[in-house]
């Protein structure tokens, strides 16, 4: 489903620009992504691309137009990513993948935490990217990872049609952010515990997703989205139940002295997903918080509930969160 959602706006991206096909790319530039930390390291990451200018742009309408939000949601698609650009932060230096992408890493400070940003270069630029990081405090309990198609934002994802909709002609003021959600957010952080987001949302999605959390109110954290490769010779090269999970064990393997909350909702596979997650790390998952978009559950989902249960891990289900967050 977030394929065929990828390889649309694509295929929109390049059909709008093929109008005017003497358009080229604009300069390069760095697209930056919050980075986490491991016990040892700082992880930078971000992506080298550059982008098709709008020389016809216009000053923003106080109420978009649904083709307005569509041709910009699809321009976020239609970009070109540059390999083996060289990129340096604080003496240390990487070089980008075939898509774009790049970690660095630089040692991670003694007695620091929280935000931490970093001024970085790549090539021969003059001008530096700010690249920020999540060091969590000392003092934090545990740690919260979230979904966010239907756990946080509305999308529907679990219809293809209604998701398609949602995605492609919504705005960063349209989406509806679930206000329970960032109630429960806002009190499992409690000021110290570290957040981090784990969808299959593409990057390419990776600022509109933070300007919607910046608009709602929810608490930053570091995004672990998806590389959908989408070209016209690539296709997806990872599912969406093996991105959640490597994801889960990147950041519980990162915070090794933490347990976690997983939050999620019962219309994309999270409580399979999650079931894994309790069994490839004993002891660590201290609850699953699950959101129930439509009224009832199918029979997969009930399955993967109930092994969770049989775990011994605490679950919520709910059409909110009104109820844990009364608890």
């Known amino acids: 489903m977030i394929r065929r959602i990828a390889e ?6 390049r059909g ?3 109008i005017r096909p003497k358009r080229a790319f604009g300069p390069a530039e760095l697209d930056p992504y919050f980075g986490y930390a491991t016990e040892s390291e700082l992880v930078l990451r971000g992506r080298i691309l550059s982008r098709r200018p709008n020389k016809t742009a216009k000053p923003p309408k106080e109420t978009p137009s649904t083709w307005s939000n569509f041709k910009a949601m699809a321009a976020l698609f239609n970009t070109r990513e ?15 993948n075939a898509e774009g992408y790049f970690d660095l890493r630089l040692p991670r400070p003694t007695e620091v935490s929280g935000w931490l940003s970093f001024d970085c270069y790549f090539n021969h630029q003059d001008d530096p990217a700010k690249l920020t990081v999540l060091v969590p405090p000392l003092m934090a309990k545990y740690g919260v990872i979230s979904d966010i198609d239907d756990t946080l934002i509305k999308t529907e994802a679990w ?15 349209s989406r509806l952010v679930f206000s329970d959600a960032v109630a429960l957010i806002r009190k499992l952080h409690n000021d110290i515990n570290p957040v981090f987001y784990v969808s299959s949302s593409p990057w390419n999605l990776h600022a509109f997703l933070s300007e919607i959390f910046e608009r709602s109110g929810l608490i930053r954290g570091p995004k672990f989205l ?6 016209k010779s690539k296709r997806m090269r990872d599912s969406h139940r093996n991105h959640k999970g490597r994801s889960i ?7 090794p002295g933490l347990t976690f909350i997983l939050i999620g909702d019962t219309g994309q596979q999270d409580a399979h997903v999650y079931y894994d997650a309790v069994l490839r790390h004993p002891k660590r998952i ?8 439509q009224a009832s559950l199918d029979r997969s989902d009930t399955l993967w509930i109930n092994k969770i249960m049989e775990t011994g891990t605490p679950v919520y289900i709910g059409e909110t969160y009104g109820p844990y967050l009364s608890t």
């Not at 649309?8 to 991206?13: F, I, K, R, S, V």
């Not at 540059?82 to 980008?96: F, Q």
């Not at 064990?249 to 915070?255: G, H, K, Q, W």
């Open 16 to 18: 709008l620009n093929s």
């Open 8 to 13: 649309l706006a694509a295929a929109c991206g």
């Open 82 to 96: 540059l390999d083996n650009v060289h990129v340096r932060c604080a003496g240390e230096e990487t070089v980008t």
């Open 249 to 255: 064990d990147t950041i519980l393997t990162a915070n």
């Open 159 to 173: 219809s293809l049609l209604r998701n398609l909709w949602n995605s492609m002609t919504g705005s960063a003021e």
């Open 286 to 293: 201290r609850q699953v918080i699950l959101r129930t978009p």
């Open 226 to 231: 998806r590389d959908l490769g989408i070209s």
